[in-house]
């Protein structure tokens, strides 16, 4: 079965740092797209970051570039988040999807494996 396990969240002060995991199994991690997603209270769902292509190229969203990086290490992604904001302040949650791009820097559309999420709280 495919399982993912998102861990690292917590509450941290403006300009704190935390490193998200999301640590994965049941299926051949390297062949997979990852991405990031948050979800802020009365908010939709907003992809933060992704590599889905082989060559390794990340998305990130306008509002976290520059302060985040996402990466990918044996079966486990990670969600490094610097410079943290109030408005960073979500639930965050890892997905996979078993399809990878040839090239670039494009989200994939769905996801079909989703991690339960950790929260993150950032205070002013």
């Known amino acids: 079965d495919v399982q993912l396990q998102a861990s690292g969240g917590g509450l941290v002060q403006t300009g704190g740092s935390l490193r998200l995991s999301c640590a994965t199994s049941g299926f051949a991690f390297d062949d997979y797209a990852i991405g990031w997603f948050r979800q802020a209270p009365g908010k939709e769902r907003e992809e933060v970051s992704c590599?889905?292509?082989?060559?390794?190229g990340a998305y990130y969203a306008d509002s976290v570039k520059g302060r985040f990086t996402i990466s990918r290490a044996k079966s486990t992604m990670y969600l490094q988040m610097n410079s943290l904001m109030p408005a960073d302040t979500a639930v965050y949650y890892c997905?996979?999807?078993?399809?990878?791009?040839?090239?670039?820097?494009?989200?994939?559309?769905?996801?079909?494996?989703w991690g339960q999420g950790t929260e993150v709280t950032v205070s002013s």
């Open positions: 590599i889905s292509s082989r060559d390794g």
């Open positions: 997905a996979v999807h078993p399809w990878m791009l040839t090239g670039g820097t494009t989200c994939l559309a769905e996801y079909n494996y």
